[in-house]
């Protein structure tokens, strides 16, 4: 499942390291935004691997931004643990949207399918 939200860049929380059990290194980076929600306006998001990590290069705090991520979950112990995995952040795609005002409504002139 793949979903995207928009909010404004917060902060970044120290960077996790670890080993799995295959033996292999890993690397985890999380960095909240805030969605202006009333209720819970905080939303967690997990980078994994030093690539997704670069995704926050060069973001600032209250920057608006458009993440997108898959949501995980995972047992251990009888419980179930849950993830957002961001796989691709946006900016660009936020500040090139045309305003309201700027989209220009259909006439009735317009060729219009209906």
């Known amino acids: ?21 295959a033996g292999k290194d890993w690397q985890k980076q999380n960095f909240i935004i805030n969605t202006g929600s009333e209720f819970n306006p905080q939303v ?11 995704l926050l290069n060069g973001l600032k705090a209250g920057q608006e931004i458009e993440v997108f991520f898959n949501v995980s ?4 112990n009888s419980k179930y643990y849950h993830n957002l995995d961001a796989w691709k952040i946006s900016v660009d ?15 009735e002139e317009d060729d219009l399918p209906f």
């Open 1 to 21: 499942m793949s979903l995207s939200i928009t909010g404004k860049f917060e902060f970044v929380l120290s960077p996790e390291k670890g080993t799995s059990k």
């Open 44 to 54: 967690c998001f997990s980078l994994f691997g030093e690539e997704k990590m670069a």
């Open 73 to 76: 979950s995972r047992a251990f």
């Open 93 to 107: 795609a936020l500040e090139n949207e045309p305003a309201a005002a700027d989209i220009p409504a259909a006439t």
